[in-house]
């Protein structure tokens, strides 16, 4: 979820004077009088969209989950249990924005790619492995999302999903990058673009083909 920060400058003695005699905090009270605002010169339509796609991205990325991540190169994976980004279109958003070099000029370490995720635990390849399996049976799991940069290859897994889906490297990064390009403003407009994109592109693979799916 993006946030855009708003700043105010007023000099000290007014500041702790309001302090002093506010029954409460300044920043709740401007954050309640923008709502106000909000509620006052937004159209109810308008008002509705933007309430709606909030709820869409605090649904699709819920408090209390985490998301399986796995990147591998040249080297054994790298496996993490991630709490900051939990869903499949805001771990590619890292990837396109932060890890993926579609010219491929650099080359890290797996291990560096993990520090674009927040805050993470790692976890090693057979705990990994048997949480992966049992995401349908663990409610904290949102997503997995295994990266090979050696086979070129993407798999991911949803809520909801029986089996993984396989796409390129390109396909992912393609997948995020038209999304967040996207014309519109809104959460759920760009989920979409994505999601259709990587459906339109997704891989047919037999299980000898999946590389690190485990």
């Known amino acids: 979820m993006k946030y855009h920060t708003i700043s105010l400058t007023i000099d000290d003695r007014i500041y702790e004077a309001l302090s002093d005699a506010y029954d409460g905090t300044l920043e709740d009270y401007l954050e309640n009088k923008l709502g106000e605002l909000f509620d006052l010169y937004v159209t109810p339509e308008e008002q509705t969209l933007i309430l709606?796609?909030?709820?869409?991205?605090?649904?699709t990325n819920p408090e209390g989950k985490l998301a399986l991540i796995q990147i591998a190169n040249d080297?054994?994976?790298?496996?993490?249990?991630?709490?900051?980004?939990?869903s499949v279109f805001e771990i590619a958003k890292i990837f396109a924005e932060q890890i993926f070099d579609?010219?491929?000029?650099?080359?890290?370490?797996?291990?560096?790619?993990?520090?674009?995720f927040g805050y993470w635990n790692r976890i090693p390849d057979v705990p990994f492995d048997i949480m992966c399996k049992s995401m349908q049976s663990d409610d904290r799991i949102n997503a997995i999302v295994k990266i090979n940069?050696?086979?070129?290859?993407?798999?991911?897994?949803e809520v909801g999903d029986n089996d993984y889906h396989h796409y390129?490297?390109?396909?992912?990064?393609?997948?995020?990058?038209?999304?967040?390009?996207?014309d519109s403003p809104y959460?759920?407009?760009?989920?979409?673009?994505?999601?259709?994109?990587?459906?339109l592109n997704e891989l047919s693979m037999s299980g000898d083909d999946q590389g690190m799916q485990m």
Request: a negative charge; one cysteine or more.
């Open 187 to 199: 959460y759920g407009d760009q989920l979409e673009a994505f999601r259709t994109y990587l459906n």
């Open 102 to 116: 579609p010219k491929g000029v650099y080359e890290y370490s797996a291990d560096s790619y993990m520090s674009n």
């Open 75 to 86: 080297e054994d994976p790298v496996n993490i249990a991630c709490e900051d980004y939990k």
């Open 168 to 182: 390129s490297l390109d396909t992912f990064f393609n997948a995020a990058t038209s999304a967040m390009e996207s």
């Open 149 to 157: 940069l050696e086979n070129d290859i993407v798999n991911v897994k």
């Open 52 to 59: 709606s796609d909030i709820e869409l991205e605090d649904e």
